[in-house]
């Protein structure tokens, strides 16, 4: 069965919290390592893509610095990617409507990085629909389903749908003697040596979680507010630009207005 996100609003903050539903299934952290079955440790990377429909190899041998690094890579990437596509598509919805005096609005930047896959928009939301993710993002703008792919909803189901398996992954991590064992050489470490850089992990990770759910959230706030307030000011700037004709020929009509006084003063007053 395919794994659904809904998000009747852009901001579902009830996601993110404490008791809603990515973490109501967590239980308190172990005090040391817990030995994971076998068999589950093994599933753990389609678990999580059934779960969350991320794209990142969510392997819990894996070491915490290299998944990090790519999660959060493939973060600002998507993040650069979105802003300079969106811009491109508000533009083109514009024009598509109001033909004259469009070309008055800029173009976006590239915000690419080296190390960013050009085509990372359209890749990820691929994956994640081959995954299993299916919007329930409504189409508010019947003419430019484009425009609507970039819309905040849509925005933050893939933002949330990568953050979700990074979430789970560091969970796992949490609890895993195995990979905290081979990560860490626990096998030459005395009890209290393993007892105290097992405690030091798992604040950091507990901390890491935190760190990546607070910048899930400013970057979804961040993306709200430039979405908005973007096509807000390219469609008044385009609209006064096409008022400029409206005003010059009023401007040309009132001067020749304004020359009748002048010329029939008195001009129906008997001599």
């Not at 507990?206 to 507010?225: C, G, M, P």
Request: aromatic residues 12%; hydrophobic residues 35%.
């Amino acid at each position: 069965m395919k794994k659904v996100f809904f998000f009747p609003s852009f901001l579902l903050w009830s996601l993110l919290s404490p008791g809603g539903s990515i973490q109501a299934q967590f239980q308190e952290l172990p005090k040391i390592p817990i030995k994971l079955p076998a068999d589950f440790r093994e599933a753990f990377p389609d678990t999580i893509t059934k779960m969350c429909s991320s794209t990142i190899d969510y392997n819990l041998d894996r070491t915490v610095k290299d998944v990090s690094d790519e999660y959060h890579n493939t973060r600002n990437c998507l993040a650069n990617s979105i802003i300079s596509q969106s811009i491109h598509t508000i533009n083109q919805d514009i024009r598509a409507i109001v033909h004259e005096k469009a070309d008055v609005l800029p173009e976006a930047g590239d915000l690419s990085q080296e190390q960013c896959d050009e085509d990372l928009f359209q890749n990820t939301r691929q994956q994640q629909e081959a995954k299993g993710l299916q919007t329930r993002c409504g189409e508010t703008k019947p003419h430019s389903s484009v425009l609507a792919a970039f819309s905040p909803c849509r925005v933050a189901e893939m933002w949330l749908a990568e953050w979700c398996g990074y979430e789970k992954y560091l969970w796992g991590k949490q609890r895993d003697d195995v990979s905290f064992g081979n990560e860490f050489g626990a096998a030459a470490l005395s009890p209290d040596e393993w007892q105290q850089i097992f405690t030091q992990k798992r604040i950091s990770y507990q901390h890491e979680s935190e760190k990546s759910k607070q910048a899930l959230q400013d970057t979804l706030w961040f993306y709200q507010k430039f979405e908005h307030n973007y096509r807000l000011w390219a469609w008044s700037t385009v609209i006064k630009e096409n008022l400029k004709d409206i005003r010059d020929k009023l401007v040309e009509f009132r001067d020749v207005i304004e020359t009748y006084p002048t010329k029939f003063i008195n001009a129906a007053k008997p001599g």
